[in-house]
């Protein structure tokens, strides 16, 4: 089943329906609750009153010398039941005929009753069995009339409890439809624009709060995408522009071919600093849609600075520079990675240090069983406000980007990355004229 058939429920719909449904049934229990209490009281009264009889009847009864003349016993009968005129009376013979009914005509249809038999000794006229009944009809009218009133009571309650209920949900609900106008109302071209928090409730203040906290975040990642696509735009315009350059040139050119190797090799070099690019950037988005290290039991990482810095070895020597590695650990960890890491920063310390000065590799272990490789080198300090931005795409401490065709500005970056992928991550110090800069791992 898709989404998109499920039906439009509002949060004021849903409240107000629970609301509804919740106070019928309260008010619907309250009132059974008094209709059977009443119920039960007046068939306690109807059976006490049934049992004041009987007893009355049968201390007539039992009165057999005064009753022995004929009759005297249904002349007081009837005394006795002129005072309850809703009580009635038949007296039944040996062979269940009625001989006495106190109200022959007005016999009650709907009446409680109760028998009572009269023992051998006390048979007075032929007299066995006496039926008494007790007319409810007024009783259950009233039960009838409180049902109603009762019923009546819990709809007209259940339908004002919902109407005070949606009123107070629509105006509690206005802050909601304000936020949703707030909402409404942000666009990409507006970024910089928030959700007032001024007169939201505590309920929503944290809602609101996560709610812009988002918003910073997404401005912050337009600001940087903006920026990475024009430093994108500058990276590739270079190369591209000196490729038609030299294209055109050697298309116009009437020198000999030996010389056409002159352009295409020049051509070539700028076609590999875009395939450089190219890879870079493929890179650090296969590092931002969670690509993870491939571990393997690495026992020296001094061994594996070592190996790099061999590699590095001319260029250090061409540079004036010396190196030293201090420190060693152990763990699990991405050789390629890690030597692309150790290659890059050597590369940045390379280019940035003073010449005749010393490059220190560190690696120690920390807390939590990280591992720390740094590469220290002497140079400029590097200001404050550009130290977090040195891990930025195509960031430069020098805005000229004199040194362009080096170095395109994703190293760091990409040692970022790295650092990501390994769950750690980079940090960079300067100050007092050495800069160092590295990445924790976990290992």
Avoid at 71 to 82: F, I, N, T
Avoid at 120 to 133: M, V
Avoid at 140 to 161: E, F, N, Q, T, V
Avoid at 310 to 324: H, N, P, R, T
Wanted: aromatic share 6%; hydrophobic share 40%.
């Amino acid at each position: 089943m898709r989404l998109g058939n499920a039906p439009n429920f509002t949060l004021s719909g849903r409240l107000i329906r629970w609301l509804a449904s919740l106070s019928l049934a309260v008010l619907g229990c309250l009132c059974l609750g008094v209709f059977f209490s009443v119920k039960a009281n007046l068939e306690n009264q109807q059976s006490l009153r049934l049992q004041k009889l009987s007893d009355a009847v049968q201390h007539l009864i039992a009165e057999t010398p005064v009753h022995q003349q004929s009759g005297s016993l249904e002349h007081d009968l009837e005394d006795l039941l002129k005072i309850n005129r809703d009580l009635h009376l038949r007296l039944l013979n040996q062979q269940g005929k009625a001989v006495f009914i106190s109200s022959p005509v007005a016999w009650p249809s709907k009446a409680r009753t109760h028998a009572l038999t009269f023992p051998e000794k006390t048979i007075q006229a032929n007299y066995s069995l006496a039926e008494l009944a007790l007319d409810t009809s007024p009783d259950d009218a009233i039960l009838d009339r409180l049902a109603a009133i009762l019923w009546g009571a819990a709809l007209i309650g259940s339908a004002a409890i919902t109407m005070g209920g949606y009123l107070i949900v629509y105006f509690g609900l206005a802050p909601v439809r304000t936020l949703a106008e707030q909402t409404r109302n942000l666009a990409i071209s507006s970024l910089d624009k928030r959700l007032e928090t001024g007169r939201i409730p505590a309920e929503l203040k944290i809602l609101v709060d996560q709610f812009n906290g988002m918003l910073d975040r997404l401005e912050k990642a337009y600001q940087q995408l903006e920026g990475f696509n024009a430093d994108v735009a500058h990276e590739l315009r270079t190369p591209l522009a000196n490729i038609i350059a030299s294209s055109e040139l050697a298309l116009r050119s009437n020198e000999p071919k030996e010389h056409l190797r002159d352009y295409i090799g020049s051509n070539l070099e700028e076609m590999r600093r875009l395939s450089g690019i190219v890879s870079d950037m493929l890179f650090l988005s296969q590092a931002d849609r969670g690509a993870q290290a491939r571990r393997k039991p690495i026992q020296s990482l001094a061994q594996l600075c070592g190996e790099v810095v061999d590699y590095y070895e001319a260029v250090l020597l061409d540079a004036d520079l010396s190196w030293k590695i201090t420190g060693d650990a152990s763990g699990l960890f991405d050789t390629a990675l890690l030597r692309r890491v150790l290659s890059n920063l050597l590369n940045n310390a390379t280019r940035y240090a003073y010449q005749g000065s010393r490059i220190e590799i560190r690696i120690a272990r920390g807390p939590n069983g990280q591992v720390s490789i740094a590469v220290a080198n002497r140079g400029q300090t590097i200001p404050p406000e550009n130290l977090q931005q040195i891990f930025d795409r195509f960031f430069r401490v020098d805005p000229s980007r004199n040194d362009g065709s080096q170095n395109h500005g994703l190293g760091l970056a990409i040692v970022s990355a790295i650092a990501r992928m390994h769950n750690g991550e980079p940090f960079a110090n300067s100050a007092n004229g050495e800069t160092e800069i590295g990445v924790r791992l976990a290992s």
